[in-house]
T-cell receptor, first 111, second 114 residues
Framework: GESVGLHLPTLSVQEGDNSIINCAYS??????FIWYKQESGKGPQFIID?????DKRQGQRVTVLLNKTVKHLSLQIAATQPGDSAVYFC??????????FGKGTMLLVSP | EAGVTQFPSHSVIEKGQTVTLRCDPI?????LYWYRRVMGKEIKFLLH????????ESGMPNNRFLAERTGGTYSTLKVQPAELEDSGVYFC????????????FGEGSRLTVL
């Protein structure tokens, strides 16, 4: 496994708060975006995705917002729980090419 | 159904030695990817197999890295000879769709080169 989170931007929230994790991407040709969650000792796990023809997509307790004008992606987690503590990565791809991951943000949720 | 499995979970070797990492993708997934995360940094793409063929190996850092997927099932990633900067976590992922689709990642193989 891996000790995730070393030298990463960190967001600390209280249980029950809403969390917003931001990601800036650089490739204006990217047309598909994914958020992954990585818990310590585990591999990245798919959370939610969004295509470039949308600006918002909702899942269970999570919402992804896409602003193509400023090349910005955000992940909103409602009613954050201690189990949400992890490193969150955004990833982008253009067409059917490979995924490019962002650096990651560590989310710490305290009870 | 079994997920993506990787072996070993952790390997500690000395500089100059050889290590082989193995990945068993989800059964039926033609697409297999190797990624690497150096401590505290982003996850970087290494290469992509479609069945037994290398679709994209643009992320392979140098010729000390050799990936194979004989028969289009499991894959191996060999590092020979290992250098200190090769330390990190090597993730394997598989997907059913052409292109990235939803990738299913393994838990990673941590490589420590001393």
């Amino acid at each position: 496994g891996e000790s995730v989170g070393l030298h990463l931007p960190t967001l600390s929230v209280q249980e029950g708060d809403n969390s917003i994790i931001n990601c800036a991407y650089s490739n204006s040709a990217s047309d598909y975006f994914i958020w992954y969650k990585q818990e310590s000792g585990k591999g990245p796990q798919f959370i939610i995705d969004i295509r470039s023809n949308m600006d918002k997509r909702q899942g269970q307790r999570v919402t992804v917002l896409l602003n193509k004008t400023v090349k910005h992606l955000s992940l909103q987690i409602a009613a954050t729980q201690p189990g949400d503590s992890a490193v969150y990565f955004c990833a982008e791809t253009a067409g059917y090419s490979t995924l490019t991951f962002g650096k990651g943000t560590m989310l710490l949720v305290s009870p | 159904e079994a997920g993506v499995t990787q072996f070993p979970s952790h390997s500690v070797i000395e500089k100059g030695q050889t290590v082989t990492l193995r990945c068993d993708p989800i059964s039926g997934h033609d697409n297999l990817y190797w990624y690497r995360r150096v401590m505290g940094k982003e996850i970087k793409f290494l290469l992509h197999f479609v069945k037994e063929s290398k679709q994209d190996e643009s992320g392979m850092p140098n010729n000390r890295f050799l990936a194979e997927r004989t028969g289009g099932t499991y894959s191996t990633l060999k590092v020979q000879p290992a250098e200190l900067e090769d330390s990190g976590v090597y993730f394997c992922a598989s997907s059913q769709e052409v292109g990235v689709g939803e990738l299913f990642f393994g838990e990673g193989s941590r490589l420590t080169v001393l």
